[in-house]
């Protein structure tokens, strides 16, 4: 079993504590984690604060979806997502034989990544629904709630 895992920063309308700045992509909001298969189905979402580290995000994604993820092998992701701690620290939480394989940029002009696409379908098909254009909930569990009753 293969698996994606990618990171979107939406902008935050809600008025509460839990936002953060993202210094890589100047925007302040949340950011969703998610983990889909091969196909672009969900199998995992964690909302953060827009400041809060990828890998740790990651890894409890995987944590919370570990009674689906038996029979998982590869995990994709980006260069954010890349070092040598989060590939230990996710073998420790889905077991020894999963492969992290980062996929990176070969060039600064536009470019298909391999299987990058997979998640950003899955994102678009998220767009599709105005409550989750930007994040408007206050709390960051009925954000995680819209986004798996979007998938229905």
Not at 74 to 92: C, H, I, K, M, T
């Amino acid at each position: 079993m293969e698996l994606h895992l990618h990171r979107q920063v939406i902008d935050c309308a809600a008025i509460d504590k839990l936002h953060g700045f993202d210094g890589g992509k100047k925007v302040k909001g949340r950011k969703r984690h998610i983990v889909v298969d091969s196909q672009g189905f969900v199998l995992g979402v964690l909302v953060t604060e827009a400041n809060a580290p990828e890998r740790l995000g990651a890894v409890v994604v995987f944590d919370e979806a570990r009674e689906r993820l038996s029979r998982l092998e590869v995990v994709s992701v980006d260069q954010g997502y890349s070092g040598e701690n989060f590939a230990r620290a996710l073998r420790q939480v889905c077991g020894d034989s999963v492969r992290v394989e980062v996929i990176k940029r070969s060039s600064k002009t536009f470019e298909v990544l391999p299987k990058r696409w997979i998640v950003e379908r899955t994102f678009g098909w998220l767009n599709r629904y105005r409550r989750l254009s930007k994040d408007y909930e206050v709390y960051t569990e009925t954000s995680e709630a819209m986004i798996y009753g979007a998938l229905i």
